[in-house]
């Protein structure tokens, strides 16, 4: 079992750029991590993943703007997100995975949930 608590959302001006932190209870490199979203209304969609050999997977919609990473020395799963867009305006879940060796995108595909942490673009 991990515990995540995600950090550093905030209201910003379109174009800024915001950095996220999930911090985990244990040790990252075991699980498969993610990021999620759910803006207002909408169903909550699949931003980046990756898994414990650092293969990555993100988005088409913010392909182009968002980056994953983790440093598993901090337990600490990160998404840089950069010119920031009204439309990425949701609340950000980090999301864990015991199954490693799989990239998984789907929230049903993950067991572990943050709180989540709110991102208001304008």
């Known amino acids: 079992h991990v515990q995540l608590v995600e950090s550093g959302g905030g209201s910003v001006q379109a174009g800024a750029s915001l950095r996220l932190s999930c911090a985990a209870s244990s040790h990252t490199a075991p699980y498969c991590m993610g990021w999620f979203r759910q803006a207002p209304g909408k169903q909550r969609e699949g931003v980046a993943a990756?898994?414990?050999?650092?293969?990555?997977s993100v988005a088409d919609a913010v392909k182009d703007r968002f980056t994953i990473s983790q440093d598993n020395a901090k337990n600490t799963l990160y998404l840089q997100m950069n010119s920031l867009k009204p439309e990425d305006t949701a609340v950000y879940y980090c999301a864990a995975d015991p199954r490693r060796w799989l990239l998984l995108t789907g929230d049903y595909e993950y067991s572990y949930w943050g709180q989540g942490t709110q991102v208001t673009v304008s």
């Open positions: 990756v898994d414990s050999d650092g293969a990555t």
